[in-house]
């Protein structure tokens, strides 16, 4: 009897479920110990040969103690069918990572893509999300399947991503026993469109698939199918074949509603094949912006692939990427998330299991494993593996800091540090008019805000948003227009982040309203909430206007408005004034709360807008609606708040100015006193003060006060009256009234004296003084350069302290009353006929100097 390779795998199926139980090794089923799955079609018409049909059945029986002896795995969480959608979390993903195992790829790239495969599956931001990973090669000889499903399709809940953690681990493990070489592409996208039509809604409104089906697929090659007997006799047909099952399977995924996001690395990459795979899967995308429908990617070497994936992950959830820092462990790596981002994941490239992460949030708190702080919602997966993400949801925006640190030994690989996310805004519109007749034209502004009521008022945040709304209703078709932030009619005012469009309401349209805003730009989604209104039916009777201050105020403050209120109804008609779309934890409050409109008058009516001591800061956001409480709480009109909330003023807040002022005045206060006291030292500043002591109007010696020389503002000095040699004066550093003369000068500038142990007496300069024996003048002169004291006349000193006194030879020296002896000039111990400075060179000649030939002295003083 013929068999089939059709039967034989049935026949194998067979006998592995009567050998293991739950164990199935066909080539649809997950690895050994996974719980069975239906079988996808394992063989296409081409292959119908009587020798394919009599190899199953050696096939068959060496799948038997391959499966008795296969270890196994932990039991497979099962995905539920239809989990229930949190209201605000992220929409989930369906996705398979199909890895090449090929023997062309090293163990380094097998390792990489391991990585990079557990990398978007740790980091993908919704627990509703399910994920397969599935290892491939080729069948060529029995015993060999070309696909191994080493993670089945899990919930990456909190579970199953430590589930994963762990199974995506065993692609590591190539069994050539299990695997063939080659590179099985048509088998590989089968299995994976298999396991992702599993246990869903197939499709959603419109026929669009109920959940986003997506494969990535990694490989450094091309097809190779050359070996393997299920595609034809020989390689050349193998090959065709091979080809013509792709575009089959590719076909089978395009109506399954499955994209396939090719990405290759190496230099053998089969370029056009790869942009076949990308194309001929479902051509749908997450949104309508460039980049996110299928596309392939080639990287130049495995190392690239990890940044490579995620990027095509998050291109293909409508998710941004933030690129951290890298670092060696210890080191402090960051990565910055946005204030749009409500949903995230931080992943950690460890290399190394024994790598240890801590997360610290933009305001430096430790954030738990799993918890709740301050409003964000974490959870830590993947500690215990090479890869590790901490998932938040409503993340503090800012920049975070991931702290590694690494045992001895482990430490020697760089850790990068990345962050996923996505931003999911809440529109919050209003109508122009509420209440819109048919056939009037109605104005529509929209602005964006975050779960955690983070208002979004930097347009860079926005790049590239499109915005449209649908509107639709009873009695007329859908209406579909585009809003924008330009600047241009209806907008008022470019980059203010409130995106303004206009439809006119079509003539049929009666009863409720419904408008649904759709928001689209890289990593923004919209949370697709409809705001309904009301048709009005003829000219309203009453109508209103609504205005606020866009003002800046801190908690507890009020923001005031004004309501202008047209009542033409012959009863009155009670307003209420109704806060929505208030920031969660405003604590606002709207005084008054109703108004009473008067018959056939206009009223204007002030209110107030309480802010509640507990309200956060930032941008208010929210709006004020006038409703008509007779008619049904039917909307009059609507307004934004434009009000931001500040901390209230600190004490330095209130009085740094007069703070500063004081100091101002202080500082001013300082300089005067300053000036003052450094005018009065110069005053009372004996520098360049020269002393001449005479006898009867002749010099005898002079000393000049150098800089320094007077601390406090006294000059100390004495009259040294040798034996045998005129007397001299010397200046006596620290000396005492009581052993020495003072000069001084007060604060007026004066001279004074005070005479050895006598009292004090005033000086003019230039006059002669009465000193013991003595007279002393005193002259002010010139600032002298520091140094010991000048001499001049007749006891001036020349060299290093050495004093020429008048004109001697030898021991004989003259003094007054003294015969008179010449002696030629220069000759030992005549007068240098100048001042000498402090290294003996002559100065300038001063008053008192004496003629070198020793003659009279000068008596101009």
């Known amino acids: 009897m013929q068999w089939t390779t059709r039967g034989s795998v049935l026949l194998l199926a067979g006998a592995l479920v009567a050998l293991s139980g739950p164990l199935t090794a066909t080539t649809a089923t997950g690895a050994p110990g996974t719980p069975a799955r239906p079988a996808a079609p394992a063989v296409l018409p081409y292959a119908q040969a009587a020798p394919h049909a009599q190899a199953a059945v050696p096939y068959a029986q060496a799948a038997v103690p391959y499966a008795q002896a296969a270890p196994r795995l932990p039991a497979a969480r099962l995905a539920p069918s239809a989990p229930s959608a949190p209201a605000d979390g992220p929409d989930p993903i369906d996705f398979a990572v199909v890895v090449d195992q090929s023997a062309s790829l090293a163990d380094e790239d097998l390792a990489r893509e391991t990585e990079a495969a557990a990398l978007i599956g740790q980091g993908e931001i919704s627990e509703r999300s399910r994920a397969t990973v599935i290892g491939f090669g080729s069948s060529e000889k029995p015993g060999q399947s070309p696909v191994r499903e080493v993670c089945p399709l899990t919930a990456v809940d909190a579970a199953g991503r430590q589930q994963l953690s762990g199974c995506v ?36 409104p419109a026929g669009t698939p109920a959940v986003p089906k997506v494969v990535f697929l990694l490989t450094d090659g091309r097809l190779d199918v050359a070996d393997s007997p299920e595609y034809g006799t020989d390689r050349d047909s193998r090959q065709a074949n091979g080809a013509r099952r792709l575009t089959e399977e590719l076909a089978r995924a395009r109506a399954a509603g499955v ?3 090719p990405l290759g690395f190496g230099g053998e990459i089969d370029r056009a094949a790869l942009t076949a795979m990308a194309e001929g899967g479902y051509r749908g995308a997450c949104s309508g912006i460039p980049g996110s429908v299928p596309r392939m990617r080639v990287v130049g070497t495995s190392a690239g692939i990890d940044t490579a994936l995620q990027e095509t ?9 933030a690129h951290g820092t890298v670092g060696k462990p210890p080191a402090d790596l960051t990565v910055t998330i946005p204030p749009i981002a409500t949903d995230g994941s931080l992943t950690v490239a460890k290399h190394d299991p024994k790598v240890r992460v801590t997360y610290y949030d933009p305001a430096g708190r430790k954030v738990p494993a799993r918890g709740e702080l301050d409003g964000s919602v974490f959870e830590v997966s993947g500690q215990n593996g090479p890869v590790e993400a901490l998932r938040v949801t409503d993340p503090l925006p800012g920049r975070w800091r991931v702290h590694i640190e690494a045992p001895e030994g482990h430490g020697d690989r760089e850790v990068a540090v990345r962050a996923i996310w996505q931003g999911r805004l809440r529109s919050a519109v209003v109508l122009d008019p509420a209440s819109p007749r048919p056939g009037e034209k109605v104005t529509v502004e929209v602005r964006m805000q975050t779960r955690r009521g983070v208002v979004i008022t930097d347009p860079g945040q926005l790049a590239g948003l499109a915005v449209t709304a649908d509107l639709s209703g009873d009695g007329f078709s859908p209406v579909s227009f585009r809003l924008a932030d330009d600047g241009r009619a209806p907008d008022t005012r470019a980059g203010d982040v409130r995106f303004t469009g206009t439809f006119t309401l079509p003539a049929g349209a009666t009863g409720d309203l419904e408008l649904l805003t ?79 409109a008067p018959p056939n008058k206009a009223v204007r009516v002030p209110f107030t807008v309480t802010v509640g001591p507990g309200t956060p800061l930032g941008e208010l956001g929210g709006q004020v609606t006038a409703v008509d409480t007779g008619d049904g709480d039917r909307a009059l009109r609507s307004t934004f708040l434009n009000v931001r909330v500040v901390a209230p003023p600190t004490w330095w807040d209130r009085w740094w100015r007069a703070v500063a002022a004081g100091a101002a005045v202080a500082l001013l206060a300082g300089a005067f006193a300053g000036i003052r006291l450094a005018a009065r030292r ?69 001279l004074l004296l005070r005479l050895r142990g006598g009292g004090q ?17 005193v002259r002010s002169g010139r600032t002298a350069p520091r140094g010991d004291g000048d001499r001049t006349g007749a006891g001036s000193r020349t060299g290093a302290g050495r004093q020429n006194r008048g004109s001697r030879t030898g021991r004989w020296a003259r003094w007054p009353g003294a015969p008179r002896r010449t002696e030629p000039v220069g000759a030992p111990g005549a007068r240098t006929g100048g001042r000498t400075d402090s290294e003996g060179r002559p100065g300038d000649p001063g008053a008192g100097t004496s003629p070198g030939t020793g003659g009279d002295y000068d008596n101009n003083f």
Do not use: K
């Not at 493990?173 to 869903?200: C, K, M, N, S």
């Open 169 to 204: 681990q065993l692609l590591n493990d190539r069994d050539p026993a299990r695997t063939g070489p080659g590179t099985d592409f048509p088998a590989a996208v089968r299995h994976a469109v298999t396991r992702l039509t599993e246990g869903r809604a197939p499709t959603g």
């Open 313 to 321: 992950f998050a291109a293909a959830r409508c998710a941004r990427i």
């Open 518 to 596: 759709r928001m689209a730009a890289p990593g923004i989604v919209s949370d697709r909430r409809p705001l309904h209104a009301r048709a009005a039916d003829g000219v309203p009777l009453v109508t209103a206007g609504l205005v606020t201050d866009a003002v800046t105020v801190h908690p507890g403050g009020t923001v005031h408005g004004t309501l202008d209120v047209t009542n033409n109804d012959t009863a009155p008609h009670t307003l209420r004034l109704a806060l929505a779309e208030q920031v969660p934890g405003a604590e606002l409050a709207v005084t008054p709360a109703t108004v009473t």
């Open 682 to 750: 110069r005053r009372r500043d004996l520098t360049g003060v020269t002393l001449e002591l005479c006898q009867e109007g002749r010099p005898l010696d002079s000393l000049t006060v150098r800089r320094g020389q007077c601390p406090g503002g006294a000059f100390a000095f004495t009259v040294d009256e040798p034996y045998g040699s005129p007397p001299t004066l010397r200046r006596v550093p620290g000396g005492s009234a009581s052993t020495t003369h003072v000069l001084r000068r007060n604060g007026a500038g004066e």
């Open 761 to 777: 007496v005033p000086l003019r300069s230039g006059e002669p003084t009465g000193i013991g024996d003595h007279e002393l003048v």
């Open 259 to 261: 994209q396939i996001w």
